[in-house]
């Protein structure tokens, strides 16, 4: 079956320092990927997706492009603030109908001042 | 404002003692799921629901029910809640068309059970 491999962290980084929250899949199809972040006390949020390989999803200065050969789609910022403090959950789904999403375990990002 | 309203926002109770989480969507979506978050384990759907009278199991459905009578409400109901159901559950609602599986989730559920 398919499934989505991400560290659950917690990942600690400074203000303005590079930020890359790993996630890898493994998919029987073609999936759509997609970033999801959920704020403290909040439901989660879309952040990103992409559908189809070497596509490249981007918000809010984040940034994961869809690579097939590796089965990967990173997350990435250049510049991280404190309000990116949450936890960020990698995912995937097929189109057509209604299709189930699978989620990665999360992986939240402390950023300190 | 399009929104999923999940109710209520924390709830304690005691084994054995029925309850009911409301959802509602004001979007006119199709598709709606019910989730359970468990620290180590992320999001594992619970049930989903393609349409009026129209549902089915997702991967952890033991312990649970839904209902949907109208296409706008998805109920979880918990008919006899133990201590393992103590969770934090998500209601969400997915768009249909060509950003089909977009979902967009309530603000959560935080249920203890005794």
């Known amino acids: 079956g398919d499934s989505v491999t991400q560290m659950e962290g917690p990942v600690t980084l400074s203000e303005e320092a590079f930020l890359t929250i790993n996630c890898t899949y493994t998919a029987t199809g073609y999936p759509s990927l997609f970033w999801y972040v959920q704020y403290p006390g909040e439901g989660l949020q879309l952040l990103l997706k992409a559908t189809k390989a070497d596509d490249k999803g981007s918000n809010k200065g984040f940034e994961a492009t869809y690579r097939k050969e590796t089965t990967s789609f990173h997350l990435e910022k250049g510049s991280v603030q404190v309000s990116d403090s949450a936890v960020y959950f990698c995912?995937?789904?097929?189109?057509?109908?209604?299709?189930?999403?699978?989620f990665g375990i999360g992986t939240k990002l402390q950023v300190i001042p | 404002e399009a929104q999923v309203t999940q109710n209520p926002r924390y709830l304690i109770t005691v084994t054995g003692k029925k309850l009911t989480v409301t959802c509602s969507q004001n979007?006119?979506?199709?598709?709606m799921s019910w989730y359970r978050q468990d620290p180590g384990l992320g999001l594992r759907q619970i049930y989903y629901?393609?349409?009026?009278?129209?549902?089915d199991k997702g991967d952890v459905p033991e312990g649970y029910k839904v209902s949907r009578k109208e296409k706008r409400n998805f109920p979880l109901i918990l008919e006899s809640p133990s201590p393992n159901q103590t969770s934090l559950y998500f209601c969400?609602?997915?768009?249909?068309?060509?950003?089909?599986?977009?979902?967009?989730f309530g603000a959560g559920t935080r249920l203890s059970v005794l």
């Open positions: 995912a995937l789904s097929y189109s057509g109908g209604y299709q189930k999403v699978t």
């Open positions: 979007m006119n979506h199709e598709y």
């Open positions: 969400a609602s997915t768009q249909d068309g060509l950003a089909k599986n977009i979902q967009y």
């Open positions: 629901s393609m349409n009026v009278e129209v549902t």
